[in-house]
């Protein structure tokens, strides 16, 4: 089943293919990024400041609930948001919460959410109006394919402690009809809370894209290629995996050593079994790319590469040094992709270790790649980011979420790749390197161009948002409105217009 567009809850639909027909600049930051870290006030206003700067794209990382080490590449779901970004002040103006209720003694953020949410359940159910409950209703059975299963795993969780659902009782763990028939019943207000926390998620991210879109303003999501193992969507859809009878991973995902790591990057993801996924056409695909429709305007298939062939490592290794390339079956994938949806923008996270089958792959269906401005400096003339070896059917970036801000990048540099990158952007030594990769990016020929918050707050490398092959102290940078300068959106704004995006 896939989800159809109703009331408040479900966007208006853009015609998402003449999204990027036009040069456009965006601004990546992540809405945990923001000063409230959530979809309230800040949120807008954010909006009106990329209004303000000329800017008509926001790039954001993937919305889904994380672990405990707060990656937003590993959630318990490929469909469910994460209530932690629920903005709270709304629910007060409902009425479904009370400033008493704030229950200040809890000091732990997660239970902290939980608690307000249970508490805002309990004033929706006595307050909301006749059409807020049906519309709440119709939200949990338009979603219930994903919906029914996350909220029980999340139940389940609570019930065990947060583990991971491989460590329940085999009766849980390998998912016995009785046994469930026995949890719907014994947890079934958890439950519904539950349920309730994802229509007022989805509620608040669709007001704030919908206020974006009547903007000018496009939203731009990514969606990890892999799922975690520890997901509603591994316990439920075992045979999508690479599994054995009980459930165990004997190889796990993640990429060999590459300028971001020297042993690799073990993120320890179960791999798909694509005989399957072919036999079910996509079943699984489909539905989770329907949710990202949904939510974005655009969307990234991050680590794109791993369509055409993934980096298995056997499970036992502690690195990602030793594995194997596994074909894929990202042709077949995508042709169903695309002709479930005709009209999705989707780009290509195409960095890394990419071969000639990748970028045929790529180009078959007209996918946008990536640049970084960052990686240009080699001293090859035919280094693929170099600005004179874009092509217009690129999205081009000074860095990403996994590289140092621009200021702590220039300030890394050694006297002699300092001399390459002023030769190579034809710049004196006086001149203020990170101002003029920003410049140079927003000038590409590249249809859409996209500038980290912290590039273009000028901040250094304290401020960077992932340091990949580590898995904690990442995810944390916020900024504030103070350290935006007066007359910041009309700099940008100037060098949008210079650049004709």
Known sequence: MVARCVKAWNPKVLDMKTALNQRRAGVLLHITSLPSRNLGQDAYRFVDFLKNSGVTVWQVLPLGITHDDGSPYQSLSAHAGNPALIDFKALLEKGWLTKEEFCVSCQNATFHHSCLLNKAFGGFQEQATAD??????????????????????????????????????????????ATLNDVRFALKFSMMSIKFEQYIFFKQWVALKNYANERGILLFGDIPIFVSYDSVDVWTNRDVFKLNDKGEMSVVA???????SETGQRWGNPHYDWNYLKYTKFKWWIER??????????????????????WEIPANEPTAMTGEWVLAEGDDLLTALTTQFPNVTLIAEDLGIITDEVNTLRIKFDLAGMKIMQFAFSGESDNPHLSENHEVNCVVYTGTHDNDTTVGWESSLDENQRSQVNKALNLDESTNIPQALMRFTLNSVAKLAI??????????????????????????????????????????AMLIHEANR
């Not at 340091?467 to 504030?480: A, E, L, R, S």
Request: glycine share 6%; aromatic share 18%.
């Open 451 to 492: 500038l980290p918050m912290q590039d273009i707050l000028e901040i250094g490398s304290s401020n960077r948002m992932n340091t990949p092959g580590t898995t904690w102290g990442n995810w944390q940078w916020k900024f504030n409105w103070e350290q935006i300068p007066s007359d910041c959106s009309a700099r940008l």
């Open 254 to 260: 993640g990429v060999p050593p590459d300028y971001f």
């Open 289 to 310: 790319m329907q949710t990202q429709v949904t939510l974005f305007d655009v969307v990234r298939i991050d680590h794109f590469r791993g369509l055409e062939s993934a």
């Open 132 to 177: 807020e409950k049906v519309d709440f209703k119709e939200f949990c059975d338009i979603n219930a394919y994903w919906l029914d299963d996350f909220v029980m795993f999340m139940a389940l969780r609570q019930k065990f402690g947060q583990t991971s659902w491989n460590t329940w009782a085999d009766e849980y763990k390998n998912r016995y009809r």
